[in-house]
């Protein structure tokens, strides 16, 4: 059974970090792209980033761009997304997501298999 575990959510205050992990469980990972998608309260879910399977090409949503850092650890089958100078605005549950095309998309469409989310709270 393929399952993707997200970790790393909590609470914090604003302009504080936080790093999120993603585990992928029951097979390699390494030759999908990866991402990173958030729904906040009453909100669509939305992209945050993504990374090329090599972990060469990485994208961001223009609101977390110099603020979010993606990453991943082939030889763990994981990925991380490093959250620095949080705001208010993203406080949401973050979803991590495996698309199994080599090529980078953002749209959730595109995305094969899915965790079940890790909340993070920014308090103001």
């Known amino acids: 059974q393929v399952q993707l575990v997200e970790s790393g959510g909590g609470l914090v205050q604003t302009g504080g970090s936080l790093r999120l992990s993603c585990a992928a469980l029951?097979?390699?990972?390494?030759?999908?792209?990866m991402g990173w998608f958030r729904q906040a309260p009453g909100k669509e879910r939305e992209f945050v980033a993504a990374i090329s399977w090599s972990g060469g090409s990485t994208y961001y949503s223009d609101s977390v761009t110099g603020r979010f850092t993606i990453s991943r650890d082939h030889a763990k089958n994981t990925m991380s997304l490093q959250m620095n100078s949080l705001k208010p605005e993203d406080t949401a549950v973050y979803y991590c997501?495996?698309?199994?095309?080599?090529?980078?998309?953002?749209?959730?469409?595109?995305?094969?298999?899915w965790g079940q989310g890790t909340q993070v709270t920014v308090s103001s």
């Open positions: 997501a495996a698309d199994r095309s080599l090529a980078v998309r953002t749209t959730q469409a595109s995305y094969d298999y």
């Open positions: 029951g097979r390699s990972f390494s030759r999908y792209t």
